[in-house]
């Protein structure tokens, strides 16, 4: 069985970058962003969208609702 123990240290560093700054990947300029763009309900972390003109384009972007927590993206 392959060792995730390097996986499970790039995730939490990512987490803890983005708890700590909100710099990662950009997601605050992202979460900005789509905070204009119209319609409810929306991601609690991202901002986007899931209905509306432009749930199309966040699907194909992969914001779309998880199926495990409605309420955050598959992101």
Known sequence: MPDSS???EDVT???????????VHNERRFRNLFSKLP??????LCNAPYEGVA???MRIM???PSN????????
């Open 6 to 8: 390097g996986q499970d």
């Open 68 to 75: 495990l927590t409605p309420n955050l993206c598959d992101w």
């Open 55 to 57: 749930a199309p384009l």
């Open 13 to 23: 560093a990512l987490w803890h970058r983005l708890l700590t700054s909100g710099e």
């Open 62 to 64: 992969g914001r779309k």
């Open 39 to 44: 319609h409810d309900p929306r991601c609690k």
